[in-house]
Each structure stands twice: as C-alpha cells, then as structure tokens.
C-alpha cells in the first residue's frame, strides 16, 4: 500500500496474498513487510499441501533527502561587499538562494555583491529533481554584516589654478 518511489525516511507496506507460510527474500515471515530501503522484494508463499509459488519483484526506490548547506570566504565588509558563497548542500539538484537585499540566484555557488550597509540574512532552499522528496531550506540570520565605506573628500585653501612660486593645501576628510 502506497508509493513505491519515496523519500529517505518515508515507508511502504508490500503485502502478500493470504497462505500457510510467507518468506521475503530480506528474511521476513510475515504477511506483510514495511520496506524503507530500495531494492527488489518479493516473497515465497508455502501452502497447506507444502506447495510453494514465487511473486513476481516488486521495486522499491528509495531517494535521499535533500540537505542544505554552505559557507562563504567572509561574513564582515564594508560597500560594495563581494561575497563568495560556497554550497555544501548533499542529494540536491536545484538551488535557490536569497540574500537578504531582494536579489536571488539559482545558481550552484554565486557570488553576490551588497552595495549598502546593513545586516543580512541568507537562505538556501534546495531540491532534488525527483519531485518525491520535499525541499530542505537553510536561513542563516544576520550572517553577512556590511558597514558603509568611508567617503573621502578633498577641500583647499584657495584656487587650483596658480603661478609657479605660489601653493596651496590640499586636506583629505
């Protein structure tokens, strides 16, 4: 009863026709088996009069679930912040990500650019491509810290424009 394609952590239940004796080829004797690895599973029924009948395979997949993950090479900047991000995720196939600042990319590991200062949370949400297994979503709040750069500025004490035996002083703030 139920799917026979799941995902890790999910179970089906194979059931024989009724009879004397059930052996399973994972060693069961029961009627019925509860199965939560893949594999080919079928059963030999033993009747009264000691005649034995073989079913035909019954396969199971099992897919693993999706885990998502990732690093990036710092998580302290000051504008523009280029941020290398490194996915880490195992048994995924599609990549979703979120920065924190409205932007997304799809890609397996992006680089992403804050252009204004703040605190920002980055997720990752990830599937696989058999559409059995549910998608696995990882938040890291407040991970990237972006401070604003300074801004310089050049004041003088007179004009730019003078002769040769003259000078001006140029401050930087």
């Given at each position: 009863?139920?799917?026979?394609?799941?995902?890790?952590?999910?179970?089906?239940?194979?059931?024989?026709?009724?009879?004397?004796?059930?052996?399973?080829?994972?060693?069961?004797?029961?009627?019925?088996?509860t199965?939560?690895?893949?594999?080919?599973?079928?059963?030999?029924?033993?009747?009264?009069?000691?005649?034995?009948?073989?079913?035909?395979?019954?396969?199971?997949?099992?897919?693993?679930?999706?885990?998502?993950?990732?690093?990036?090479?710092?998580?302290?900047?000051?504008?523009?912040?280029?941020?290398?991000?490194?996915?880490?995720?195992?048994?995924?196939?599609?990549?979703?990500w979120?920065?924190?600042?409205?932007?997304?990319?799809?890609?397996?590991?992006?680089?992403?650019?804050?252009?204004?200062?703040?605190?920002?949370?980055?997720?990752?949400?990830?599937?696989?491509?058999?559409?059995?297994?549910?998608?696995?979503?990882?938040?890291?709040?407040?991970?990237?810290?972006?401070?604003?750069?300074?801004?310089?500025?050049?004041?003088?004490?007179?004009?730019?424009?003078?002769?040769?035996?003259?000078?001006?002083?140029?401050a930087?703030?």
């Amino acid at each position: 009863s139920g799917n026979t394609v799941l995902c890790q952590g999910d179970s089906v239940v194979l059931t024989s026709s009724a009879d004397n004796a059930y052996l399973w080829n994972n060693g069961a004797t029961t009627q019925s088996i509860t199965v939560l690895t893949s594999g080919n599973y079928h059963v030999t029924l033993t009747d009264s009069l000691g005649c034995r009948g073989v079913s035909s395979p019954t396969n199971v997949v099992v897919y693993p679930m999706p885990q998502a993950s990732f690093t990036t090479n710092d998580t302290l900047g000051c504008t523009p912040y280029l941020v290398h991000f490194t996915n880490n995720s195992t048994n995924a196939t599609n990549y979703h990500w979120k920065f924190g600042d409205l932007q997304e990319n799809l890609t397996f590991s992006p680089s992403h650019n804050y252009h204004n200062s703040g605190l920002y949370s980055v997720t990752l949400i990830v599937t696989n491509d058999t559409s059995v297994c549910p998608s696995d979503t990882l938040t890291i709040l407040n991970y990237i810290t972006v401070n604003q750069s300074p801004v310089a500025t050049i004041t003088t004490n007179g004009p730019l424009t003078f002769c040769e035996v003259e000078s001006v002083i140029v401050a930087v703030y």
